[in-house]
């Protein structure tokens, strides 16, 4: 599923908000007209905080607890919230292009069992001399 980007939101649960973009293959929904996918791009936007994450997760897709791949990349997100680390299923995380200014909030995503890709570069913590150092503690595969 891809969620339709570059909508210049901020607000999270704007921004599925509509019919997504399809990509090469068609869009499947269940009954109840939720996407059965378990990904969703939420990239180019202005989004600016996750509070509402988990309820734009269950509202948009049939099986929310199995979200593998989310893409949040060049909006204006600046914490990596608790809410991130509620996604247990989470494999691949898309946060570069952000304005992430806390180091130590990335350990927080050290709980999620099967992350192993997440993306940082182009957030402010890149100025931290320790930045590599602490995001291969974290996980087992980082994308700077």
Known sequence: SNCESYKNT??????VQGEPTSGLRPLKRNSEMKYQ???LRLNNN???DLHDLQKTVSDFLAE???LAWLDLSFNQI????HVLCELRELR??????NS????SEVDRLGVLPHLHTITLHGNVIEANK??????SLTCRCIMF
């Open 64 to 66: 929310p607890l199995q």
């Open 130 to 135: 320790a930045y590599r150092w602490s995001l």
């Open 100 to 103: 992430i200014f806390i180091l």
């Open 10 to 15: 901020s607000m999270l649960y704007h921004s």
């Open 78 to 81: 600046t914490h990596i919230e």
């Open 92 to 97: 691949v995380l898309y946060l570069h292009g």
């Open 46 to 48: 202005n989004i600016t």
């Open 37 to 39: 996918s378990h990904s």
